[in-house]
Nanobody
Framework: VQLAESGGGMVPAGDSLRLSCTTS????????MGWFRQAPGKEREFVAV????????YYGDSSKGRFTISRNDAKNTVYLQMNSLKPEDTAVYYC?????????????????WGQGTQVTVSS
């Protein structure tokens, strides 16, 4: 399974971005899909996850209320709509896929990762 993120860029605070993550293979619909981010000098942080099947979504504290995760199984794609962006949202954003058996915010639960896309929010 290969994951490829797109949609990153540089925007002013308050703007929006939509990230996309497209996967290869025909098992996309059976994976939970997550977004994580990593700022320079910091650990990788959970942003959001969406389950397979009923598409239940969970969010990290920093993204709750501003970000929305969604998936289109027909297109093998997961999205992260980010609104009201803040400078502290600046990071490399990673897409991940896995069969979540434990905690969905734990990076060890994810088997496949994309290369990441840079998001920079200026003040």
């Amino acid at each position: 399974v290969q994951l490829a993120e797109s949609g990153g860029g540089m925007v002013p605070a308050g703007d929006s971005l939509r990230l996309s993550c497209t996967t290869s293979g025909n098992t996309f619909s059976t994976y939970a899909m997550g977004w994580f981010r990593q700022a320079p000098g910091k650990e990788r942080e959970f942003v959001a996850v969406i389950s397979w099947g009923d598409s239940t979504a969970y969010y990290g504290d920093s993204s709750k209320g501003r970000f929305t995760i969604s998936r289109n199984d027909a297109k093998n794609t997961v999205y992260l709509q980010m609104n009201s962006l803040k400078p502290e949202d600046t990071a490399v954003y990673y897409c991940a896929a896995g069969y979540i058996l434990g905690n969905y915010y734990d990076i060890k639960e994810y088997d496949y990762w994309g290369q990441g896309t840079q998001v920079t929010v200026s003040s």
